[in-house]
């Protein structure tokens, strides 16, 4: 079974890292949701407040399969200037494991020099990270070698869809897409 991380920090967007925690769930994929510090309660950028499985300081690096940043612009700098989430990006680049990040979170990316050249981000947060490579409104998700990215809130879903294309198949990503009925989600 694939094992991914999705790590929260204060100010995170919420229909982004619920959307990602849920469908990959869905897919039979196991998710480990981690907290920055010890609170194991982390606060969304709407004052939604999340429970949390697990630390980020206590992440088995090498039992995961891949590592998912949801956005919100606070949870983004926060990821950013954490030493352990740097460092799992970095590791897990090294190593070819399948990255992810939407919205603001693409910077997260850019700050570990994981990003590739091709991505997207929330519109003009591209100015934060850098304009060349970009996609804009070309794709809700765009994919660069490891690295997975994706807009917003908006479309989480799809970029959550990707995701499991990418550890489960085109079949387990049909057949989600079909019971979620979303059809707009390539």
């Known amino acids: 079974m694939s094992k991914v991380l999705v790590p929260l920090a204060g100010g995170f967007e919420e229909i982004e890292a619920i959307s990602i925690i849920d469908v990959l769930r869905r897919a039979d994929i196991e998710v480990i949701v981690a907290s920055l510090n010890s609170d194991n309660i982390v606060k969304g950028a709407n004052n939604i407040s999340v429970l949390t499985d697990i630390e980020i300081k206590d992440v088995v690096v090498d039992e995961l399969d891949m590592i998912v940043l949801p956005g919100g612009v606070e949870g983004t700098y926060a990821l950013a200037?954490?030493?352990?989430?740097?460092?799992?990006?970095?590791?897990?680049?090294?190593?070819?494991?399948?990255?992810?990040?939407?919205?603001?979170?693409?910077?997260?990316?850019?700050?570990?020099?994981?990003?590739?050249?091709?991505?997207?981000?929330?519109?003009?947060?591209?100015?934060?990270?850098?304009?060349?490579?970009?996609?804009?409104?070309?794709?809700?998700?765009?994919?660069?070698?490891?690295?997975?990215?994706?807009?917003?809130?908006?479309?989480?879903?799809?970029?959550?869809?990707?995701?499991?294309?990418?550890?489960?198949?085109?079949?387990?990503?049909?057949?989600?897409?079909?019971?979620?009925l979303a059809d707009f989600c390539e």
């Open 81 to 180: 200037e954490d030493i352990n989430v740097q460092y799992i990006l970095k590791k897990m680049d090294a190593e070819g494991k399948n990255i992810g990040a939407i919205c603001a979170a693409p910077y997260a990316l850019h700050k570990a020099g994981v990003l590739k050249h091709n991505y997207t981000c929330y519109p003009s947060f591209e100015e934060h990270i850098r304009v060349d490579g970009f996609m804009g409104d070309k794709a809700k998700v765009v994919e660069d070698s490891n690295v997975i990215t994706s807009r917003g809130p908006a479309t989480a879903i799809c970029f959550a869809l990707t995701i499991v294309n990418k550890l489960k198949g085109k079949e387990a990503f049909k057949a989600l897409q079909t019971g979620l």
